[in-house]
């Protein structure tokens, strides 16, 4: 059984950083894609970054690029959020999610695996 297990959400200052892990377990995937996605109240679940398994590419959603970085440890089965210079529109629930056979995608559908995400919250 697939599972992801994110941590590292909390509340920070505007301009503060944070560091999301997503820990990923139960699969043997040979071609496989991982994603962050964030969901503010209201509003639809958003890409925010995605990593290939096949070459470790990463790719950014347009409003987090520069200030965000994804990656990945291999032999913890983990990929990282870093997230810095976090404004207040990035408060949201955070989740990682997993995708077989499509490369990498940030379209929230297309992912078959989720974890149960967590919350970041930016204070002005």
């Known amino acids: 059984e697939v599972q992801l297990v994110e941590s590292g959400g909390g509340l920070v200052q505007a301009g503060g950083s944070l560091r999301l892990s997503c820990a990923a377990s139960?699969?043997?995937?040979?071609?496989?894609?991982i994603g962050w996605f964030r969901q503010a109240p209201g509003k639809e679940r958003e890409g925010v970054s995605c990593?290939?398994?096949?070459?470790?590419?990463?790719y950014y959603a347009d409003s987090v690029k520069g200030r965000f970085t994804m990656s990945s440890d291999n032999a913890k089965n983990t990929v990282y959020l870093q997230m810095n210079s976090l404004t207040p529109e990035d408060t949201a629930v955070y989740y990682c999610?997993?995708?077989?056979?499509?490369?990498?995608?940030?379209?929230?559908?297309?992912?078959?695996?989720w974890g149960q995400g967590t919350q970041v919250t930016v204070s002005s």
């Open positions: 999610a997993l995708v077989t056979g499509v490369g990498a995608t940030m379209i929230y559908y297309e992912y078959d695996y």
């Open positions: 990593i290939s398994s096949s070459d470790g590419s990463t």
């Open positions: 139960g699969f043997t995937f040979d071609d496989y894609a």
